[in-house]
């Protein structure tokens, strides 16, 4: 099921001051708003921010989030609370917009705000300042700015696949970047159906990468599969479903809510979820998603607020003979998801790697169709994968845009895990929530030039598999 839903840009100008100095500082809001409705005026719409934050001195942060309060006649007032990390700590935003029929411009252009500084989910006051929506070079970029898209539901894409096939995977995992710490989170949730017909069972892991010290994982499982009403996995101990996720595994424990704030992104064609023709697909209920909730680990703590992230599902035969895999939120609302895999059938085997690009970006999906970077290696505009470690590179054309990803993983920030497919074949993958990426997209104007670049640090995930 879909509806319709809104998407805008917005930027607003002005300065903050900090209580600490007394200073005034530049300050500076580029966010992209989204909702799941069509905005409406007499109501209240409820919607998500993503963008960047800049004050000057003090805060730089491109993937701060929120939610916006639209509600201009029935509250009178639009509400904005935007959280970012600045020097390594967790603040808040929070200001609205009150609307008054005297002067709607100016009520409906200024944004008072008040800085806070979130702890252990207390809020202190920290700072405060103005922001103006600029009315003479700002107005025309914003009403064009507005899309109406199809909203589709996320949640149905999380119920399980398998209908009692043998040699059958289904995976549903899901990976976070704390903006206060760096921290990286992984969470493995699998179902596998053996190639010579045992009964399911299911397993999985979970893994902490601190932005300081070793990475902490634990395993769960094997334990028979035991088919539970509603979407999701379960396990003993171990739910995944939508807009929540618990369990346990050794001495790690986690409860984390989830939040999503994007339409769903099928990294494979969107047929190949529905009709299982290839040898696995991969696809996002939820392109972007937000999580809140804690990690323990041993003595150790991971608070989640706001973090970002996604959560994301495989089915198939099993793993591919090598594999890479990328998610890049990049900020602003964009997002880049990259599978490039290798088959194991006979035949398939000795091609180059497949590559299954989809990179959103400015509300948009590039490509248009998930198949043209993978069917067209062969020709002029063909996407290639280098696969390797400790770096590995995706390289493509389709239309008139040209990309270049690197990803780096750092030994130290990677995590190998050996595995098994449906038929006993063992597997081991290489796994990052601490990676770095850098992303250049490049549009033809009689010539390449650059349209947008991405320089991620320990903010990417991925994982290069082999056998």
Known sequence: MSVRATRFAETMLGSARLDADGTDRRARLDLRVSADTVLR?????EASLAGRIRIAGWADDARAA??????????????????FTAQGRRFTLDGWKSITPLHPVRSMTVLPFTLYETYEDKERPVGSGTLRFPVAG??????????FPRREDGAPLMRPRWKGEPGRTEVWYTTATDPATGSGLWLHHELVAPADGAPPFTHGWAAVFPGEGPITHARFGPEPWRRADGDGFTAPGISARPGRLTGSAGDMRWDLAERPTDSPLFTFPRWSW?????PAAQLLPAARATYDGSVTYGDRELTLHHAPGASARIYGHGNARRW?????DLGGGDVLEIVAAVSMRPGLRRLPPLVFLRLRHRGRTWPRRAERTAVGWAGPGRFTADLGLPRWK??????LRRIRVEVTQAEERTLRLDYADPDGTPATCHNSERADAVIRLERWWGRWRPEAAWSLDGTAHAEVGTR
Do not use: C, N
Request: aromatic residues 8%; positive net charge.
């Open 41 to 45: 005026p007499l109501g209240t719409t």
């Open 66 to 83: 929120g939610t916006l309060e639209i509600s201009p006649l029935a509250r009178r007032r639009i509400r904005y609370r935007l959280t």
């Open 138 to 147: 700002g107005l025309a970029p914003f009403l064009l700015s507005f899309r």
């Open 274 to 278: 529905r009709r299982p023709l290839l």
């Open 324 to 328: 890479a895999w990328l998610h890049a």
């Open 394 to 399: 995706v390289t493509g054309r389709s239309g």
